[in-house]
Nanobody, 126 residues
Framework: QVQLVESGGGLVQAGGSLRLSCAAS????????AAWFRRAPGEERVFVAG????????YYDNSVKGRFIIFRDNAKNTVYLQMNSLKPEDTAVYYC???????????????????WGQGTQVTVSS
């Protein structure tokens, strides 16, 4: 069983940066692809970024490409999301997820598959 705990959310002004962390319990962390999703108020949860188990392959939604970076430290069982040039429309609850698949396939991960964290709130003020 894998448990995920996100941290690093908070309130930031537009143009600022935040780094989210997702710490995983359990073994074989590097076997799992990881991803970040987000849910804005009143909207569905959507894919943000994915990374394969070894960290060599990443995949981004177009809305964050060039601003966000997903990376992982398998020695620490942690995946990160570095968020730069934040915009008010990035305001959302951010979730991390793990599954035995590819970075790109994480984009279509459904809530009944894989492992999910409880989320961390990111608020970007204008």
């Amino acid at each position: 069983q894998v448990q995920l705990v996100e941290s690093g959310g908070g309130l930031v002004q537009a143009g600022g940066s935040l780094r989210l962390s997702c710490a995983a319990s359990g073994r074989a962390f590097s076997d799992y692809a990881a991803a970040w999703f987000r849910r804005a108020p009143g909207e569905e949860r959507v894919f943000v970024a994915g990374i394969n188990g070894r960290g060599g392959n990443t995949y981004y939604d177009n809305s964050v490409k060039g601003r966000f970076i997903i990376f992982r430290d398998n020695a620490k069982n942690t995946v990160y999301l570095q968020m730069n040039s934040l915009k008010p429309e990035d305001t959302a609850v951010y979730y991390c997820a793990l599954d035995l698949t590819t970075a790109q396939s994480m984009a279509v991960l459904t809530s009944d598959r894989g492992y999910w964290g409880q989320g961390t709130q990111v608020t970007v003020s204008s």
